[in-house]
């Protein structure tokens, strides 16, 4: 099981974004802002997992 280390949110509840190195907001391929989280790196883990392990809705 994984756990997040980044939601993307502070202890207030505002959202973290993504920072450039001049200090400005990132924005995705959409022009939305990034938000910082890692929550599509274990995603992509337990994807790759699944398939792996050959359960079934991963085929």
Same mark, same amino acid.
């Given at each position: 099981?994984?756990?997040?280390e %980044?939601? =993307?949110?502070? %202890?207030?509840?505002?959202? &973290?974004?993504? &920072?450039n /190195?001049?200090?400005?907001?990132?924005?995705?391929?959409?022009?939305?802002? /990034?938000? /910082?989280?890692?929550?599509d790196? &274990?995603?992509?883990?337990?994807? /790759?997992w =699944?398939k792996? %392990?050959?359960l079934?809705?991963w085929?």
């Open positions: 099981m994984a756990v997040s %980044n939601s =993307g949110k502070d %202890n207030s509840g505002e959202e &973290i974004y993504e &920072i /190195k001049n200090g400005e907001r990132k924005l995705d391929e959409h022009g939305h802002l /990034k938000q /910082k989280h890692d929550l790196d &274990i995603a992509f883990v337990f994807e /790759k =699944g792996e %392990n050959g079934s809705f085929k």
